[in-house]
Nanobody, 119 residues
Framework: QVQLVESGGGMVQAGGSTRLSCAASHSTYSMGWFRQAPGKEREYVAAITWDGVIDYVDSVKGQFTITRDNAKNTVYLQMNSLKPEDTAVYYC????????????????WGQGTQVTVST
């Protein structure tokens, strides 16, 4: 069992930046981020493998950056130029060895951290 602890987020003004962190209790090959806005389904954001293969959903390319520190079993999501539509609960995910854009393919989930972008 892998436990994931997220931190970061909070309230940010439109155009601002914030960084999310997710520390895993054990190393996993893949780690990623999803988000869920009120009334919407959970949406894939980005994923990164232990050896640095990165994937983003098109809507955040150039705006968000995913990185990881393997020594710390931690994945980060740097979010820049934030917009009100980025407001959501952001979830860290880990494990799984299949197509990363499908939520059900991930084995472990964090509790979620709220990001609210205000105008």
């Amino acid at each position: 069992q892998v436990q994931l602890v997220e931190s970061g987020g909070g309230m940010v003004q439109a155009g601002g930046s914030t960084r999310l962190s997710c520390a895993a209790s054990h190393s996993t090959y893949s780690m990623g981020w999803f988000r869920q806005a009120p009334g919407k389904e959970r949406e894939y954001v980005a994923a990164i493998t232990w050896d640095g293969v990165i994937d983003y959903v098109d809507s955040v390319k150039g705006q968000f950056t995913i990185t990881r520190d393997n020594a710390k079993n931690t994945v980060y999501l740097q979010m820049n130029s934030l917009k009100p539509e980025d407001t959501a609960v952001y979830y860290c995910a880990a494990g799984g060895n299949r197509e990363p854009r499908t939520a059900s393919n991930w084995w472990y989930w964090g509790q979620g951290t709220q990001v609210t972008v205000s105008t």
